[in-house]
């Protein structure tokens, strides 16, 4: 009983008036009829009103569902239906609010032993999802990327896709791009011990500009 009185309860909120227009094209009497039978007898529904000039199908019944009655209608007759009166409340769609992501700079320590090495160690890291900027500076044997990716990631990247050896040698968190932009240049103060390429990467070592 509960239930049901429940039920019936939400039909009201959805039809408070008791009175349903529906837009229907009634082309001749045998189209109103096709109509009558449609949702004669359909629950909830105590009278059907045909206006065959305003092409209008107006159905009573505080306990008739809009929604229902119209798709009953569209089924049954196989017409276009369209649900005049009372209009659905839409559902507000709540937009989540993705965090925003910093913008982090971090400068690596990769051996460039020539011109082509940095061009394509610069194309490789460009590869990686969150990089923004990549600058490479040949005469310190340093890299910095700018972007939301995570440095550690951006380690095993480059050494997954470019067979090098990357060490990180200083990482820092910039709320915005300018002051990203004007750090990015300004790199005097690196370890002189971090900057030594390792003995993998000599220049006997035929293999030391390729990638794999």
Known sequence: MEQNHACQNEENKNNPKGII???????CEGCGNKVLRSLRGYEGVEEIDIDAKNNKVIVK???????????????????????????????EK????????????VVLKIYLHCEGCAKEVKHCIHKMEGVRS??????????????TMDPQKLVEFIN???G????????SSNQSESTANDECHDHHDYPQQLLHAPQLFSDENPNSCALL
């Open 21 to 27: 227009i529906l837009g229907v094209y009634i082309h």
């Open 164 to 171: 090098r050896h990357v060490e990180i040698v200083k990482q």
């Open 160 to 162: 997954k896709r470019g």
């Open 134 to 147: 990549v600058d490479p500076n040949m005469e310190k044997n340093v890299v910095i990327v700018k972007g």
């Open 61 to 91: 019944g505080k306990k008739a569902d809009p929604i229902k009655v119209a798709e009953r209608l569209r089924k049954k007759s196989g017409k276009h239906v369209e649900l005049i009166s009372p209009q659905p409340e839409k559902e």
């Open 94 to 105: 709540k937009v989540e609010k993705k965090p925003e992501q910093k913008v982090i700079e």
